[in-house]
């Protein structure tokens, strides 16, 4: 029984069907086929409808090629969703890890550098590192990191290098190209062209500076996330969500 849900059903019905119809006038000769003996035609005699042309033959063996490949391809295909699901379902440990140099904190990697260098200096060592400096785009974020350096006593009270930069009309995100506030009005103390995160003692908070680049300081970096990962990681979700409806 042919399975009509395969893709190739389709196309292997219509050409038997059409087979079915021919009436050819060709004479006939025995070949052996897949283990079967079927009769060839030869030009200028008439047979039944039972007897196999060259032609058709040619068709069968090309059917048969065509088959096996959409076989393959299926396996394939099962062999890529298996491991689409174990990306989102049966790997969850190393999402929860981070590299050497790195400390997690909340959803993210970061590493607080123990030296201090200038902005330009403190940039490129973050991209060796993997990441870049730090940029918060978020009041989560930002409350998240200034709660750990607060609470770390080799941290606190520390200033450190962000991914802010100032080209001369507003503050953006050195990476991202991201406004660094999306209320225009916000301002930022400082005439410096790169963003301190900038520690007061008298109020025990951290606050964002505008400081000269060649100033040293320490850094904070941010872990890239791999987009490879994320998008393989969506992918999966799409497809379990479609096959299993949660």
């Known amino acids: 029984m042919i399975d009509h849900s395969q ?10 069907i059409l087979q079915d119809e021919k009436n050819n006038s060709r004479t006939s000769r025995v070949m052996k086929f897949n283990e079967k ?5 030869r030009p200028g005699s008439m047979t039944n409808k039972r007897e196999v042309s060259e032609t058709d033959l040619y068709l069968l063996g090309a059917i048969e090629k ?10 394939r295909v099962r062999r890529a969703e298996e491991l689409l699901y174990y990306v989102i379902s049966g790997n969850n440990t190393n999402k929860n890890q981070c590299p050497m140099e790195y400390t997690r904190i909340k959803k993210h990697c970061y590493h607080f550098s123990s030296r201090e260098f200038d902005w330009k200096s403190s940039a490129s060592l973050c991209r060796g590192l993997g990441g870049n400096l730090i940029e918060l785009k ?7 990191v200034e709660e750990y350096l607060l609470r770390d006593k080799l941290l606190r009270g520390r200033d450190f290098w962000t991914g802010g930069l100032n080209p001369g009309l507003l503050w953006i995100w050195a990476s991202s190209a991201e406004q660094v ?9 400082g005439n410096g062209r790169c963003l301190r995160f900038q520690y007061k003692m008298e109020k ?21 996330q791999n987009e490879s990962i994320n998008t393989i990681e969506g992918t999966a979700r799409a497809i379990f969500k479609s096959e299993y409806g949660n």
């Open 7 to 16: 893709p190739w059903s389709t196309l292997l019905v219509n050409w038997t």
């Open 204 to 224: 025990k908070s951290y606050f964002y500076y505008g400081e000269e680049c060649i100033k040293k300081l320490r850094y904070i970096c941010k872990l890239v």
């Open 66 to 75: 065509l088959l096996y490949r959409v076989d393959t391809l299926e396996r």
């Open 37 to 41: 003996v079927v009769n060839i035609m």
């Open 181 to 189: 506030y999306e209320d225009a009005t916000e301002t930022i103390a």
């Open 138 to 144: 978020s009041a989560e974020e930002k409350y998240a």
